[in-house]
């Protein structure tokens, strides 16, 4: 919903868990996303271990990864190899998720 609200054009693909995820970059090598959300508590593998498979792909060595929950523990998230390459805290409203997509998908188009 937040993604619709935006101006930025944008598909969104989505996996119901970070195994699902691994599946689709794994099958479909000429799939290489913009940007991967990850959430941190994701069913059958936490939001860490996905990112990390995921930068072992080498199409995705570009792909912005940002990593999200709604705890403001950022040390849970790893740090060097294993961080994200940014963490966004989950927000209360769907109006400041809309505001910081925004700011994701402008930087990308800058």
Do not use: W
């Not at 993604?3 to 989505?14: D, E, G, H, Q, R």
């Not at 508590?41 to 060595?61: D, I, S, T, W, Y």
Request: aromatic share 8%; charged share 20%.
């Amino acid at each position: 919903m937040a993604l619709a609200a935006t101006t930025v054009p944008a598909k969104c693909t989505i996996a119901g868990s970070g195994a699902e995820a691994l599946t689709k970059v794994r099958t479909d090598h000429d799939y290489i996303p913009d940007v991967i959300f990850i959430d941190m508590n994701m069913p059958m593998m936490n939001g860490v271990a996905c990112k990390h498979e995921l930068r072992k792909l080498p199409q995705l060595q570009k792909t912005r990864i940002y990593m999200y929950s709604t705890s403001v523990n950022v040390y849970a998230v790893g740090n060097g190899e294993t961080a994200p390459d940014d963490f966004i805290v989950k927000p209360a409203s769907l109006t400041d998720f809309i505001r910081i997509l925004s700011v994701i998908f402008e930087g990308l188009v800058s």
